[in-house]
């Protein structure tokens, strides 16, 4: 996962400069979105790394065998039973935090684009935001990037992931070996099938899947900075 920046030092003075009355709020959002996508980017690694080099010892088979708890010793399972569960906490996590960079980035805007305020602050997200950027003229771009962080087939899994994970249960990263010696990959990690909302959403290699989502989602937010710099830029100042 490689990460591209935007210039946020400028965008807060913007913030604070434009819209003074809201700027607490707002800067404290935008930062939250690229904390989440920094937060992805060190979770992925934590489970990348080790994950790379378990790969490189499954390549002896004997080694693989141990790897799936075949002629492992207790030491060894013990070890493995904790290095699972950190890869799970760090999954789960990497899971949750690009999961939460939509709705957080429309609460941002609800702040930016000073969007009127509501008492209950708790239907802020995607679906809200976008409906009342209809009614607002030049909005269309904003709007564009609110629907294209959530517009992928590989988001709506990963939404489902957090939301199964956070209201039902979490569904297990699991390490599979092809038994007919078939697979170039000497262990895959996988989340297993599962249901949410009557949706069935399929295997999945894991670390693919979050990797392909954190490319995706990057560059979208850097170029929604850029707009919202031009946009702040726009306005004269608050007084």
Known sequence: ?????????????LLFKKIRSRHFEAT???????????HARYH??????????????????????RILGWRATDEERDQQRE??????????????????????????????????????????NVTSVCKWLESQPGAE???DVLNELVASKSYAHLSALSNHAKHRSIIEDKVFSDATGTDPVPLRLTFGEFSYKDVVYTKQEA?????????????????????????????PDSL
């Open 1 to 13: 996962m490689s990460e591209l920046t935007w210039n946020f030092g400028f965008t807060r003075q």
């Open 28 to 38: 404290a959002s935008l930062s939250s979105v690229l904390e989440r996508m920094h």
């Open 44 to 65: 992925f690694h934590q489970v990348s790394t080790p994950w790379t080099e378990l790969l490189a010892k499954a390549e002896n088979p004997f080694e693989r065998l």
């Open 83 to 124: 290095e699972a569960i950190k890869r799970s906490a760090n999954i789960v996590a990497c899971v949750h935090a690009l999961h939460a960079v939509p709705d957080t980035f429309a609460f941002a805007l609800y702040h930016c684009l000073e969007m009127p305020k509501r008492e209950n602050e708790s239907g802020i």
């Open 141 to 143: 771009a904003f709007r």
């Open 207 to 235: 670390l693919p899947l979050l990797q392909t989502e954190f490319d995706r989602i990057n560059p979208i937010v850097i170029s929604a900075g850029g707009l919202i710099n031009a946009y702040l830029s726009s306005r």
